[in-house]
T-cell receptor, first 112, second 111 residues
């Protein structure tokens, strides 16, 4: 049982480049989330999907887009990467919004 | 706006000691509170989830308490071990249905 799988684990981008972070869960969870973690800032919610077919903005959505491709997959896209988006990105899922959260192992992204 | 604070930011204790980690939140209108563990370079693992109607939850050597009225939660770790060394984060689910995280307490248990 893999849980929440994120790819890639590491990525280096140049300013202005685009990329998509992939996330998949095999627990049949309804809700999925994207967080970023920065030193001294804790984890901040970028976007979430309460259920298949819906997405909503979190605390820090600017510069990002998301797609809930199906119940299993929730991707995060950076259209034009900026140095301020250097961070560790985590995908998470839960059965429903008030249930226990399961996290992926993270993507370390550097934007030069 | 909900704010979650964890004090201290770092803690070092000798092996075998019982310890308490603290978490406080500003808005008592929460649905639940979760405690997580994060090892360096890894994702978060949920340790305990306390519903707003509950006062505590226990799992093995861990016990988490919740006092909604005072906006506080504690995580008690009994008989600490070097393997308990990690960062511990608390998070609350509030009226906006989203988790708000504290910045964590970095715990080192010395052999």
């Amino acid at each position: 049982n893999a849980g929440v799988t994120q790819t890639p684990k590491f990525q280096v981008l140049k300013t202005g480049q685009s990329m998509t972070l992939q996330c998949a869960q095999d627990m049949n969870h309804n809700s999925m989330y994207w967080y970023r973690q920065d030193p001294g800032m804790g984890l901040r919610l970028i976007y979430y999907s309460a259920s298949e077919g819906t997405t909503d903005k979190g605390e820090v959505p600017n510069g990002y887009n998301v797609s809930r491709l199906n119940k299993r997959e929730f991707s995060l896209r950076l259209e034009s990467a900026a140095p301020s988006q250097t961070s560790v990105y985590f995908c998470a899922s839960s059965q429903d919004w008030e249930e226990k959260l399961f996290f992926g192992s993270g993507t370390q992204l550097s934007v030069l | 706006k909900q704010e979650v604070t964890q004090i201290p930011a770092a803690l070092s204790v000798p092996e075998g000691e019982n310890l308490v980690l603290n978490c406080s939140f500003t808005d008592s209108a929460i649905y639940n509170l979760q405690w997580f563990r994060q090892d360096p370079g890894k994702g978060l693992t949920s340790l305990l989830l306390i519903q707003s109607s509950q006062r505590e939850q226990t799992s093995g050597r861990l016990n988490a308490s919740l006092d909604k009225s005072s906006g506080r939660s504690t995580l008690y770790i009994a008989a600490s071990q070097p393997g308990d060394s990690a960062t511990y984060l608390c998070a609350v689910t509030g009226s906006s249905y989203k988790l708000i995280f504290g910045s964590g307490t970095r715990l080192l248990v010395r052999p």
